[in-house]
């Protein structure tokens, strides 16, 4: 499962650190160049964009600061809603509201591209990812959790 994660703050660093020392295959987005170098001097691969991270991986994790951030890079004409394709998986951890994801995933679903959108409640993931029948899926997101 290739992994990608935008936001490399506080929160998010560890976490995608947390993956990368687990040796998943991460992807990087950050808009602080020093983060993103540390990230691929320990082996992440670093994108220009959240549309391209999206195109390149199939696990999509936002972990930002705040609901206008996280719109922004959701929503921007090089933001991930426009890099998402058919199979992947949007996890969101950001500082935000439920409102916000809803209006989110409204957008996504919109496109109709069969998109799973998901909070950051592993059992409201383990449970959307066993009722679409996802099981590799499940098993990579089983070794996420793990991480």
Same mark, same amino acid.
């Given at each position: 499962? %290739? @992994?990608?994660?935008i936001g490399l703050g506080n929160v998010g660093g560890k976490l995608a650190g947390s993956l990368l020392r687990n040796n998943f295959d991460l992807t990087v987005r950050d #808009?602080? %160049?020093?983060? &993103?170098?540390?990230f691929k001097d320990l082996g992440a691969k670093v994108v220009n964009s959240a549309k391209e991270l999206a195109e390149q991986v199939d696990l =999509? =994790? &936002? !972990?930002?600061p705040s609901p206008k951030i !996280?719109?922004?890079v959701m929503e921007a004409e090089d933001g991930v =809603?426009?890099?998402?394709?058919?199979?992947?998986?949007?996890?969101?951890?950001?500082? &935000?509201?439920?409102?916000? =994801? $809803?209006r989110i995933s409204k957008k996504i679903i919109e $496109? $109709?591209?069969? $998109?799973? @959108? #998901?909070?950051s409640n592993q059992v409201l993931i383990w449970d959307t990812l066993q009722s679409i029948g996802k099981k590799n899926s499940i098993e990579g997101f089983g070794k996420l959790f793990k991480s």
């Open positions: 499962m %290739k @992994v990608g994660f #808009l602080d %160049k020093n983060l &993103t170098q540390s =999509i =994790i &936002t !972990c930002l !996280c719109a922004e =809603i426009n890099g998402l394709s058919e199979n992947k998986i949007w996890l969101e951890m950001s500082t &935000t509201d439920e409102a916000e =994801i $809803k $496109k $109709k591209l069969n $998109k799973v @959108v #998901l909070s």
